[in-house]
């Protein structure tokens, strides 16, 4: 398959649409090409993105909802959270796609290819991709690959799954300026489990039972723990199910190589999604505004955050508190937010604290198992 070009995009999903229209969007393709490979057109609601933010970002205009103020709950506390400047915003899927779409499609040097991609070894040990099963022409190419084909292995890893209902009910029941990020109060026989609730309108809401564990749950168990959650801390009985959202996040220590076999990793499959929350909206906006200034200024490409970095040893003990069940979730978030500030939680988790207030946080929790649990993944 012979299409030379500059660039290429493997996967257009949420790392490969952000990385591209932020190319079309620079002016770097004004004249050097780019193609983009996914197995079909992005299109539809397949998923949510939520994340805080101080100020605008990127997909400003895709924000399909924003709470000023959130809420966290949890066994005998409840606090509603110092945002500062931050907002917590949803972007739905179909609206980003199409933004970035709309972007795209205006660039006459940005072309489109549909196929499974896979990746082989040639005989010379270069890595070849193919397009069903037809060899993809890299010669010349700077390519970026967001196609995670393995997850990788390492022994401090967990699965952040979720399931959630957009609900519709008669009367007013919600504040639509006003969302949960976590509550803590449901059962963590399986582990860590929180729901949050991120109210649309007065009478709509997501509500989204999530959990931090190994192992997935059956279908059912996701919905009877919804069906009791609206009922017994929403008190809410009658109302219809509009809509509804299963995930599986990759929560891992593992260590991902952002230039490897010929290219550059993005995204989830370039270890942009945090190991210790799942969060990866906003660390792939900066990894993939990170590259286009570099392309832009004809520099190195640069990991984001840089291998080694002090967040990434944060991530693992964490981790392995989590997944040794040393300390659960529940206590460790809700001394977090008991002791500290939101927006420098917030601040933390997004990796932009200095030294001095990772400390500060640190030393908020609870010290005797973070310490031991730190000796164990050094
Ligand atoms: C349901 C759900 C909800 C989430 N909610 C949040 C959230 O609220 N906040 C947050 O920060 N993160 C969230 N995440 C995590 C993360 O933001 C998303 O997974 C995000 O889409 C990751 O972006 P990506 O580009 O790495 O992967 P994707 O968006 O999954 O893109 C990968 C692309 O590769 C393509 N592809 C895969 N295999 C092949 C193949 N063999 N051939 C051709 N194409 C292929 C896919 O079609 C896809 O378009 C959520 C994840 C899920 C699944």
């Given at each position: 398959?012979?299409?030379?070009?500059?660039y290429?995009?493997?996967?257009?999903?949420?790392?490969?649409?952000?990385?591209a229209?932020?190319m079309?969007?620079?002016?770097?393709l004004?004249?050097?090409t780019l193609l983009?490979?996914?197995?079909?057109?992005?299109?539809?609601?397949?998923?949510?993105?939520?994340?805080?933010?101080?100020?605008?970002?990127?997909?400003?205009?895709?924000?399909?909802?924003?709470?000023?103020?959130?809420?966290?709950?949890?066994?005998?506390?409840?606090?509603?959270?110092?945002?500062?400047?931050?907002?917590?915003?949803?972007?739905?899927?179909?609206?980003?796609?199409?933004?970035?779409?709309?972007?795209?499609?205006?660039?006459?040097?940005v072309?489109?290819?549909?196929?499974?991609?896979?990746?082989?070894?040639?005989?010379?040990?270069?890595?070849?991709?193919?397009?069903?099963?037809?060899?993809?022409?890299?010669?010349?190419?700077?390519?970026?690959?967001?196609?995670?084909?393995?997850?990788?292995?390492?022994?401090?890893?967990?699965?952040?799954?979720?399931?959630?209902?957009?609900?519709?009910?008669?009367?007013?029941?919600?504040?639509?300026?006003?969302?949960?990020?976590?509550?803590?109060?449901?059962?963590?026989?399986?582990?860590?489990?929180?729901?949050?609730?991120?109210?649309?309108?007065?009478?709509?809401?997501?509500?989204?039972?999530?959990?931090?564990?190994?192992?997935?749950?059956?279908?059912?168990?996701?919905?009877?723990?919804?069906?009791?959650?609206?009922?017994?801390?929403?008190?809410?009985?009658?109302?219809?199910?509009?809509?509804?959202?299963?995930?599986?996040?990759?929560?891992?220590?593992?260590?991902?190589?952002?230039?490897?076999?010929?290219?550059?990793?993005?995204?989830?499959?370039?270890?942009?999604?945090?190991?210790?929350?799942?969060?990866?909206?906003?660390?792939?906006?900066?990894?993939?505004?990170?590259?286009?200034?570099?392309?832009?200024?004809?520099?190195?490409?640069?990991?984001?955050?840089?291998?080694?970095?002090?967040?990434?040893?944060?991530?693992?003990?964490?981790?392995?508190?989590?997944?040794?069940?040393?300390?659960?979730?529940?206590?460790?978030?809700?001394?977090?937010?008991?002791?500290?500030?939101?927006?420098?939680?917030?601040?933390?988790?997004?990796?932009?604290?200095?030294?001095?207030?990772?400390?500060?946080?640190?030393?908020?929790?609870?010290?005797?198992?973070?310490?031991?649990?730190?000796?164990?993944?050094?």
């Amino acid at each position: 398959m012979s299409q030379r070009t500059d660039y290429i995009i493997l996967g257009s999903g949420l790392a490969g649409l952000s990385l591209a229209a932020r190319m079309v969007k620079s002016g770097l393709l004004e004249h050097q090409t780019l193609l983009i490979v996914d197995k079909a057109p992005k299109q539809g609601n397949d998923r949510t993105w939520c994340f805080w933010e101080y100020g605008k970002g990127f997909f400003e205009n895709c924000v399909y909802h924003q709470w000023p103020s959130l809420q966290f709950y949890s066994e005998g506390f409840e606090k509603d959270l110092d945002m500062y400047d931050y907002s917590y915003k949803m972007i739905r899927s179909g609206a980003l796609y199409e933004y970035c779409y709309s972007i795209l499609q205006g660039c006459k040097n940005v072309s489109f290819l549909y196929g499974e991609v896979s990746f082989h070894q040639s005989s010379r040990g270069n890595t070849e991709v193919r397009v069903n099963d037809e060899l993809l022409d890299l010669d010349g190419a700077l390519v970026f690959n967001s196609i995670l084909t393995k997850e990788p292995e390492h022994r401090l890893s967990l699965k952040q799954h979720f399931k959630g209902w957009i609900i519709e009910t008669t009367s007013p029941s919600f504040n639509p300026n006003k969302a949960t990020l976590m509550d803590f109060r449901v059962d963590q026989t399986e582990g860590s489990t929180f729901v949050y609730v991120l109210p649309l309108t007065e009478t709509t809401a997501l509500v989204e039972y999530t959990l931090f564990t190994a192992n997935l749950l059956h279908d059912h168990q996701y919905d009877a723990a919804l069906r009791n959650y609206i009922q017994q801390y929403l008190g809410i009985t009658l109302y219809e199910v509009k809509e509804t959202e299963f995930g599986v996040i990759p929560m891992t220590a593992a260590e991902f190589e952002f230039y490897k076999n010929g290219m550059y990793h993005i995204g989830t499959a370039g270890g942009q999604t945090k190991g210790s929350s799942g969060y990866t909206f906003q660390f792939v906006q900066k990894q993939t505004k990170s590259i286009v200034n570099s392309l832009l200024h004809r520099q190195k490409l640069q990991q984001v955050p840089a291998a080694g970095s002090r967040f990434h040893f944060y991530d693992r003990v964490l981790l392995e508190l989590l997944v040794n069940r040393t300390l659960e979730g529940r206590e460790i978030f809700t001394r977090l937010f008991q002791q500290n500030k939101a927006h420098r939680v917030f601040k933390f988790l997004d990796n932009e604290t200095d030294l001095l207030e990772d400390l500060g946080i640190i030393s908020s929790l609870q010290i005797v198992p973070f310490a031991k649990a730190a000796m164990r993944v050094m």
